[in-house]
């Protein structure tokens, strides 16, 4: 059965400085998924990876996959306020199909 | 931009009665899902549907639980007899389009049951 731990479950991290959630996996993956979820709020796809060293950027975010160590990372560069939410990856094997998600990273900027 | 729509947005229930969640998904994706979230907790697949049968379900997805694509258009999931630890926000997703494997999620229904 294919189990997602993320870490932190927690980051308070203070405006301008930089950080990274880990997300590892336990059994093989095809694909690995970064969503953001505001409070109240659906799931905003951010990433997904589909190879081994697969690395995605967009703006501040940049998610890598890490097959072998069954890692994926989300890394925040010169984090902003903005920026504050709950960070879930989502691991999935096979074809279309359950994705598994962590316990998500609740991220809080502070000024 | 194409997305996921939900309906409805919010429903109490009473425990006992049966409600149904309804999703339109994204008009040429081919997977739909439904998740849900109870408060506070991580996102938990509940059931998979492809070319018009479940795919995949979870332990949760138990006989209290069914899905339909009763049109083109919609995709519904039942629950028969609602309990109180069913109250949690239901996400629907659908995947299979451009971007083949990214699943959309819609807005959720948050289902409270008392």
């Known amino acids: 059965e294919l189990k997602v731990e993320q870490n932190p479950l927690f980051l308070s991290m203070q405006e301008g400085k930089n950080y990274t959630i880990y997300c590892n996996y336990s059994?093989?993956?095809?694909?690995l998924y970064w969503y953001r979820q505001d409070p109240g709020k659906s799931l905003e796809s951010l990433f997904v990876?589909?190879?081994?060293?697969a690395v995605k950027q967009e703006g501040r975010l940049m998610a890598s996959l890490d097959t072998k160590a069954r890692l994926s990372t989300l890394h925040i560069t010169a984090a902003v306020h903005d920026l504050s939410a709950t960070y879930f990856c989502?691991?999935?094997?096979?074809?279309?199909?359950?994705?598994?998600f962590g316990t998500g990273t609740r991220l809080t900027i502070i000024p | 931009e194409p997305e996921v729509t939900q309906t409805p947005s919010h429903q109490v229930t009473q425990m006992g009665q049966e409600v149904i969640l309804r999703c339109v998904p994204i008009?040429?994706?081919?997977?739909f899902y439904w998740y849900r979230q109870i408060l506070g907790q991580k996102v938990e697949f509940l059931v998979s549907?492809?070319?018009?049968?479940?795919?995949?379900k979870s332990e949760i997805f138990d006989d209290q639980f069914s899905v339909e694509r009763p049109d083109g258009s919609n995709f519904t999931l039942k629950i028969r007899s609602t309990k109180l630890e069913d109250s949690a926000m239901y996400f629907c997703?659908?995947?299979?389009?451009?971007?083949?494997?990214?699943?959309?999620f819609g807005p959720g229904t948050r289902l409270t049951v008392t």
């Open positions: 997703a659908s995947s299979g389009g451009s971007g083949f494997y990214e699943q959309y």
């Open positions: 059994t093989t993956s095809d694909r």
């Open positions: 990876l589909l190879s081994n060293g």
């Open positions: 989502a691991a999935a094997a096979g074809g279309n199909e359950k994705l598994t």
């Open positions: 008009s040429n994706h081919l997977y």
């Open positions: 549907f492809y070319n018009n049968e479940i795919s995949e």
